[in-house]
């Protein structure tokens, strides 16, 4: 009896234990999974005519998408995109093996973004709304 004791209180303590490693449920920003492109915001920089978005595309590999613009939603104001690097608006480009490219974007939006700020990316095939930062 007492062995049965000394396991149920080693597994007990194990348990106990475990609450505090196991790792949080993760919560991604992709839009859809069916979605044509799908956008994760990586970080917000500073410039010296507003702020550049860096942005993860991701896609399906071997697959041609089109950017016409991006549009940086602010509570009710709209900033249209400036420039944009790693695509070209207006322009086809594929997403190879990966499926991921890496796209920065500029807006003449001055001060700190909000985390209640979105991205409307107007494509061929109709517009993506995504988070403007994480």
């Known amino acids: ?3 049965f004791r000394n396991i149920i209180l080693a597994v007990a303590s194990l348990t106990a234990c475990t609450a505090f490693v196991l790792p949080q449920r993760a919560s991604g920003q992709v839009n ?3 979605a044509d492109i799908n956008v994760i915001p990586d970080k917000v ?3 010296d005519d ?3 978005v860096s942005l993860c595309l991701i896609g399906i590999p071997h697959t041609s998408q089109r950017i016409d613009s991006v549009d940086l939603r602010v509570d009710k104001k709209t900033y ?3 420039d944009i690097d790693g695509v070209d608006f207006k322009r086809y480009f594929q997403f190879e093996d990966e499926g991921v490219i890496t796209i920065e974007v500029d807006f003449p939006f001055k001060g700190a973004l909000p ?3 979105t991205l409307l990316f107007h494509t061929v095939n109709g517009d993506i709304e ?3 930062r994480q």
């Open 32 to 34: 859809q999974l069916d």
């Open 130 to 132: 995504s988070p403007a």
């Open 45 to 47: 920089i500073k410039t």
């Open 50 to 52: 507003g702020i550049r």
């Open 1 to 3: 009896m007492r062995i």
């Open 115 to 117: 985390k209640n700020a």
């Open 80 to 82: 249209p995109a400036n």
